[in-house]
């Protein structure tokens, strides 16, 4: 045993700060991140939303506008065509042939045919939608008009030229144009530039006239007003250039914005009616949509920003955005506030773990959560329930450790003084171990006879208590055969009882029958007197009663096998009853006979239990008498070897007595060895007891 394994095995108390041997991670970061997931989603979820209410609000609006412009240039191409087809019908009609191309008429002839000319122009005026005036004008000749303008007969000159006029007969098969200006009929006639948006000027099949219609620029704002959308540029551009604005659209006056735009450029040298495409003007993305006129060289133009396209969508966004603010806020904020009751209640635990981890482990985990929180406070309590006892069982264990090593301590002291004692004493006892060899020879040859007496003994004293204990086991074998009996016995007579009084009962009952039988045999006297009687009436009846005197003979058979079975059910009654009776008279023997027989096994009863208890008292008896012969057997064996062992020690001690001396010698030694390993035991229970007393149980 080495003089510090107990040391070695004492376990050190040391402090763990896991704060410094690991990153200590927020529950509330991870909360609040955990709850910031789903927002991250709300946000995903907000931008497709919003992406594809853009789409589709584009979509609507591209399709709205186009649907729109077209609109609106079927209505256009409507009205230029009403206005060429009445231009048309104007030049082809007697008065205006007899005005402008007969030169051979009479003054009356043509001043008449101007009146007609003229009138029809101002109703014209009136029934041709959207036109603002028309003025004719020919060689030779004044202009025809439907408003107020210079007379000379020779603007068709000057007006041939003009670039215009020339034109027209550069080329024979140009006969009419659209036009935003006639700078001509401005300049010269005085008509005003404000005053009409388009003018449709057609030369006559014979080249001796000039007409020019006018569109009313009101018409045109009007529908160009129809297609405008905000902050849009909604505009008709005519094939000489001029740009007719919505009066919505907010434009510098005398600024084209379409004629200057490659996308106009390209849409109107295109073959193609109508078309769309996004173009980025002035850093800005627009939808350009456009329509032509038919024939005539006029295009309805849009430029839409898309960003008024996406307008409403862009409240969605926004409204998306706030409420993804208020989900992210309110995630915080509840994160927050179950993070902070998580570690509120966390550093009231670990409070209460310093305090164990100090020593006190009286502290307990109390918290008023109701969750995983509050199951872990209980267990943790019970933890430190347990280490309290365990503590506590450790301390007394301790405290017994230290006594005994104490103990042992002054034992192993007291045994190296007895020791050396033992080795004086060794000396002494070889001087008298060889009288005792003569005395323990003779103790032997006496000790041998008397152990033959005594086996003899002990044999007849264990088949005597083996007889008693069968005797006893039969005993009580038969006390439990006759109490079995007994309560049979009684349960027989319970049963008798019961059949006794069940007889009784149905003795009752069938005189009760005999009651009813009478009754039924009343009864059936009467019915038979009653048929006997409606016989009689039947018969005095005659013909008529005879269904009568039938029912009358059925009822008379019917109480004849009544009374019969009455007599038959009277038969068995009587049997019944003296069956009962004798039934009764058998039960009341048999009960009689089984009291008897109850008697005579409470008495076997009383005489087994007085051979069971004089049994009991020899079998006490005769145990005595075998633990004494028994004890005699065993002190004679014992005695017997000890005379042989101190016969051999006797007439060995003289020769051993050399060894005995070194043997105590060495005992000495590890005594003294004994003595210093019990210091060291009684200081490392010391170390103990101071080690526990750091603990507050």
Not at 338 to 363: H, P, V
Request: net charge neutral; hydrophobic share 35%; proline share 1%.
């Amino acid at each position: 045993m080495k003089k510090n394994a107990a040391k070695n095995k004492m376990p050190k108390m040391t402090n763990i700060a896991p704060e410094n041997n690991c990153r200590i991670r927020s529950l509330r970061s991870k909360l609040i991140i955990s709850y910031l997931i789903p927002v991250v989603f709300i946000v995903a979820l907000g931008s497709f939303s919003y992406n594809q209410v853009s789409r589709t609000m584009i979509r609507q609006y591209e399709q709205t506008a186009n649907d729109t412009m077209k609109a609106n240039s079927n209505y256009m191409s409507m009205v230029t065509k009403d206005i060429t087809q009445h231009v048309i019908r104007v030049v082809s009609t007697s008065d205006y042939n007899t005005y402008f191309t007969n030169m051979h008429v009479s003054d009356i002839e043509k001043n008449a045919a101007y009146r007609s000319v003229k009138v029809d122009l101002i109703n014209s005026g009136v029934t041709v939608d959207a036109l603002k005036s028309i003025v004719m004008i020919g060689k030779d000749r004044n202009p025809v008009t439907n408003i107020s303008v210079k007379m000379d007969n020779t603007y068709f000159d000057q007006y041939l030229n003009t670039e215009e006029g020339k034109k027209f007969f550069e080329d024979e098969h140009f006969h009419d144009v659209w036009l935003g200006y006639h700078t001509f009929a401005d300049d010269v006639m005085g008509l005003k530039k404000d005053g009409y948006g388009l003018a449709y000027i057609r030369k006559s099949s014979k080249g001796k006239t000039f007409v020019f219609a006018d569109i009313d620029i009101k018409f045109i704002t009007s529908l160009l007003d129809d297609m405008y959308m905000d902050g849009s540029y909604t505009a008709l551009v005519s094939s000489d250039g001029r740009e007719i604005y919505s009066t919505k659209t907010k434009v510098k006056d005398g600024k084209n914005i379409f004629t200057g735009l490659d996308c106009y450029k390209k849409a109107a040298s295109g073959k193609e009616e109508t078309g769309c495409s996004y173009e980025r003007i002035n850093g800005k993305k627009y939808l350009f949509l456009y329509h032509k006129v038919q024939k005539t060289g006029v295009m309805l133009c849009n430029l839409i920003p898309r960003e008024v396209m996406t307008s409403n969508a862009k409240s969605i966004g926004q409204a998306t955005l706030i409420l993804t603010l208020i989900a992210a806020g309110v995630a915080i904020l509840i994160g927050g506030y179950i993070s902070s009751g998580i570690g509120r209640t966390i550093k009231k635990m670990l409070k209460t773990i310093n305090q164990a981890s100090e020593g006190d482990l009286t502290a307990r985990f109390n918290t008023k959560r109701n969750d995983e929180f509050k199951i872990l406070s209980v267990r943790l309590s019970q933890m430190l329930e347990n280490m309290q006892e365990l503590i506590g069982e450790v301390s007394t264990v301790s405290a017994n450790v230290l006594d005994s090593a104490n103990y042992l301590s002054k034992t192993s002291d007291s045994m190296l003084n007895s020791s050396k004692d033992i080795s004086i004493a060794v000396n002494e006892m070889a001087i008298g171990s060889t009288k005792q060899v003569s005395d323990a020879d003779q103790c032997v040859q006496q000790m041998n006879q008397l152990s033959e007496r005594i086996n003899d003994v002990v044999i007849r004293t264990r088949d005597i208590d083996e007889i008693f204990e069968k005797t006893k086991t039969k005993v009580g074998n038969g006390i439990e055969v006759v109490n079995d009996l007994n309560e049979k016995a009684r349960a027989t007579i319970k049963a008798t009882s019961v059949i006794t009084n069940g007889i009784e009962r149905l003795e009752k009952k069938s005189a009760s029958i005999e009651e009813i039988m009478q009754v039924i045999t009343d009864i059936s006297e009467q019915t038979d007197l009653l048929s006997l009687n409606a016989s009689i009436e039947a018969a005095r009846a005659g013909d008529a009663g005879k269904g009568f005197s039938v029912v009358a003979e059925e009822i008379r058979k019917l109480a004849a096998k009544s009374m019969e079975a009455v007599n038959q059910i009277g038969e068995v009654v009587n049997s019944i009853q003296e069956e009962t009776k004798e039934t009764a008279n058998s039960a009341r023997t048999a009960e009689q006979i089984i009291s008897s027989q109850e008697e005579a096994l409470v008495n076997t009863i009383d005489a087994f239990a007085s051979i069971k208890a004089n049994v009991n008292t020899l079998v006490q008896h005769m145990s005595k008498i075998k633990e004494q012969v028994e004890a005699i057997e065993k002190e004679k064996t014992d005695t017997l070897a000890s005379i042989e062992d101190i016969s051999a020690v006797s007439e060995e001690s003289a020769a051993s007595s050399e060894e005995i001396n070194a043997t105590t010698q060495s005992q000495t030694v590890e005594m003294e060895k004994l003595s210093s390993s019990a210091d060291s035991m009684a200081k490392d229970a010391s170390l103990l007891q101071k080690a526990i007393q750091k603990f507050s149980i």
